[in-house]
């Protein structure tokens, strides 16, 4: 039977570095860890909130320094995603999570870039690429990579779709980033943020009124404030939602109190995503399977939240037509 076609918006390719790959990058580049077995590193995967999960995120990517190592940990989730029925995903990758322990940007993006060059001939799998930058880190270096990239002078070729605001979020507001957001969306690149993950709706309207994203990552702190609500509808701002990781980071207590039902009967554009699947316990389809098994959903609510994500999508209308028809396909076939 054909699996639902999916669009994966809300994605770390940093949080996809699997357990087993990090023991296989470790031994390939001579990297001694700090754990004697598969077992010891799983046990550490179990976080408080979103500052605990980081801690091991960024330690774990020590493993992670050659060009050939960026391209192995993509191709890796490329296919992983391809099997769960990903068509088209819009992958964050955080440039400060490498140049920070000495990493060159040429390599990490060059890297990253060379499995994406060849996803959708390879596996079918359609991609736009968004920098993220680390909110807990200071804009002007922010800025500094961003004109980096924008000159044109990293890596040969390599470009990308937009940026991003990502890493502890409070404390740390968007209007931090007006100045980084403004000369990105000069250059025509598309503008998303992280907020109202573990911040304040304050958050989310800065992140609205001043960086003027397209999409809000997270945003389900927006459900304390109708007017907020109201504003995310009528405007139809996406909300990349990711179930897994709001009960992994303790969000919310369990996967039955996720509010997504809630949002879609709000009228909220809300997307279904995976973050960071190697540490949440799954990737988007692993996703989409725990909410039908909680919430019982039925075809139709299944095929509403694929359609949402191809809208939120940054897809030409073509494409995102394209992808629509594979939905409806997939509905005939579930009649
Ligand atoms: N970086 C990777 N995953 C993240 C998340 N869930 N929130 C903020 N920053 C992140
Ligand atoms: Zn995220």
């Known amino acids: 039977m054909m699996a639902l076609p999916l669009v994966e918006l809300h994605l770390h390719i940093e949080g996809t570095l699997e357990p087993e790959l990090i023991f296989e990058l470790a031994a390939r580049n001579n990297v001694t860890l700090p754990w004697a077995s598969l077992d010891e590193l799983r046990a550490q995967y179990e976080f408080s909130d979103l500052s605990s999960f980081l801690d091991l995120y960024y330690r774990n990517l020590d493993v992670v320094r050659e060009r050939v190592d960026f391209a192995d940990l993509t191709r890796a989730y490329l ?95 968007p209007s931090l980033f007006t100045e980084v957001f403004e000369l990105a969306r000069a250059n025509g690149l598309h503008v998303v943020a992280h907020a109202g993950e573990e911040g304040p709706p304050a958050y989310v309207w800065e992140a609205l009124d001043l960086l003027k994203v397209e999409r809000i990552d997270h945003g389900i702190r927006s459900l304390e404030d109708d007017a907020l609500v109201e504003r995310l509808v009528a405007e139809r701002i996406p909300l990349t939602v990711c179930p897994l990781s709001n009960v992994r980071l303790r969000v919310i207590d369990t996967l039955a109190d996720h509010p997504l039902l809630g949002m879609l009967e709000r009228g909220l554009l809300v997307t279904v995503n995976s973050d960071d699947p190697a540490y949440f316990g799954g990737y988007v389809d692993e996703n989409m399977a725990a909410l039908t098994a909680e919430f019982d959903l039925d075809a139709a609510q299944l095929a509403l939240l694929a359609r949402n994500g191809i809208e939120a999508s940054f897809l030409t209308a073509a494409e995102k037509a394209a992808l629509a028809e594979e939905v409806d396909t997939w509905v005939q076939a579930q009649a």
Not at 95 to 120: E, F, K, M, Y
């Open 79 to 173: 296919k992983r995603a391809a099997a769960g029925g990903v068509r088209h995903a819009e992958i964050f990758f955080d440039p400060q999570a490498h140049t920070s322990r000495g990493i060159p940007l040429a390599t990490a993006l060059g890297g990253v870039h060379d499995a994406l060059a060849n996803s959708a001939a390879e596996f079918g799998v359609s991609t736009k690429l968004i920098v993220t930058f680390l909110r807990d880190r200071p804009a002007a270096e922010a800025l500094a990579i961003l004109r980096q990239i924008l000159a044109g002078d990293v890596a040969d070729g390599v470009t990308i779709d937009g940026i991003g605001l990502d890493s502890a979020e409070v404390g740390y507001p």
